[in-house]
């Protein structure tokens, strides 16, 4: 079932279209996450979605009630969607303690005091907040604070979230937390869950969709896996993944019945791909399906190493190659690598294809569905 539906929504600023016709459905209980750089539009979208901001046309549907129609100016103010929101700023009410600025909306909406009660005393000790319902904001910390809006979205039962970069504020530790904290939110309330950030580890570790935006426009949507190994264009492919993929450019060639890439002399067979088609293409392989050899094999390409960086867990490994930058991501610490002189060998399997001119993704004929291509 779609909880929240955009039918050819618009935004305009003055003469700018922040966002051309944007078509999106988001399915009940899911977590969906808007990722994408700095003024692509996530935000505004989300406020669209909240009734923050008034689109310029289209059709705006939530839990199958009509929000916005641009076609007869319906318009159903904020308040009246039954949303549950989590911003930048937590948006505490500073002046009002901590069980108040929990229950606000509870009071103001006239439930029987006892089930407010109940709802602060569940929403505190999901939050592990009891014991603190008397300190005002300016008492807590950044991560306590935090917690407080989760406790209101938890007391106040709404069944879609609506959250924008709620952990930007937060250092690395807590934000790892709080990534969590809110994944086992939005599961436990069963809600649906719109979620903004530019952030690509927050969008790869909490989503069950990710809706990948760029100049107002969708350029994918998929699963967390589907993003990152099977993007759609360039622009995907390179947004997401840190380190970024090695992007190359070289010729598709047949060899026998499969397709292989030729580059700088090596030939690299793409056992999972027949392409049928083709000439030059750009290729990617993400970092860590790289592998650095000591010694030369066929088919690897000769490379030297540039600057080592252990992470702790891994070690990022820049290279030098046919007149190229490499990164290679390995599994295990190391400080320095003995010799400078390597060869890279290719995982064939990994490598994910591009069209030259458009850098649309090329589908093998097997993702076509082309029985002739097996
Ligand atoms: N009130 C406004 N007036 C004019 N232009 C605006 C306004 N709000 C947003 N924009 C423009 O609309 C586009 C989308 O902005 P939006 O805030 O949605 O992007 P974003 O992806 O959320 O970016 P960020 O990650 O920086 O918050 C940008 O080009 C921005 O400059």
């Known amino acids: 079932m779609i909880e929240v539906s955009l039918k050819g929504i618009t935004k305009s600023y003055g003469t700018h279209l922040a966002i051309p016709p944007l078509d999106l459905e988001i399915p009940k209980g899911k977590f969906v996450t808007l990722l994408g750089p700095s003024g692509c539009g996530k935000t505004t979208t989300l406020r669209i979605i909240a009734g923050l901001e008034k689109p310029s046309g289209g059709e705006l549907s939530l839990a199958g009630r009509r929000a916005y129609s641009g076609d007869t100016a319906e318009f159903i103010p904020p308040e009246k969607r039954g949303l549950g929101f989590i911003f930048q700023s937590y948006a505490l009410w500073p002046n009002m303690k901590v069980d108040r600025n929990i229950t606000l909306a509870l009071q103001q909406s006239k439930l029987p005091k006892a089930d407010i009660a ?62 969590a904290e809110l994944k086992r939110l939005s599961r436990d309330l069963g809600a649906t869950t719109v979620y903004v950030t530019h952030d690509q580890v927050e969008a790869l570790t909490m989503s069950d969709l990710i809706v990948v935006m760029n100049g107002g426009r969708i350029q994918q949507v998929g699963s967390p896996y589907e993003i990152y190994h099977q993007p759609s264009n360039l622009f995907v492919a390179e947004f997401i993944g840190d380190p970024k993929l090695n992007l190359l450019e070289g010729d598709l060639v047949q060899d026998g019945k499969q397709s292989a890439i030729s580059y700088a002399g090596v030939t690299i067979p793409l056992p999972n791909q027949a392409v049928h088609s083709g000439g030059k293409v750009k290729f990617g392989i993400r970092p860590e399906r790289l592998t650095i050899l000591e010694q030369s094999r066929p088919n690897t390409l000769m490379a030297e190493v540039d600057v080592v960086q252990p992470t702790g867990s891994q070690t990022i490994v ?31 399997s990994a490598i994910m294809l591009f069209d030259n001119k458009t850098g649309e993704s090329i589908k093998s004929d097997l993702q076509r569905g082309n029985a002739n291509a097996a």
């Open 318 to 348: 820049s290279l030098n190659a046919n007149g190229q930058r490499f990164t290679v991501l390995v599994s295990r610490f190391i400080e320095s690598w003995p010799n400078k002189r390597v060869w890279l060998e290719f995982d064939g």
């Open 118 to 179: 109940a709802r602060l005393e569940e929403a505190l000790t999901k939050v592990q907040l009891k014991g603190m319902e008397e300190r005002f904001p300016s008492e807590l910390s950044g991560g306590q604070q935090q917690r407080v809006a989760v406790a209101r979205l938890i007391a106040a039962r709404n069944s879609i979230l609506l959250m924008d970069e709620p952990l930007s504020n937060l250092d690395a530790v807590l934000r790892t937390e709080m990534r």
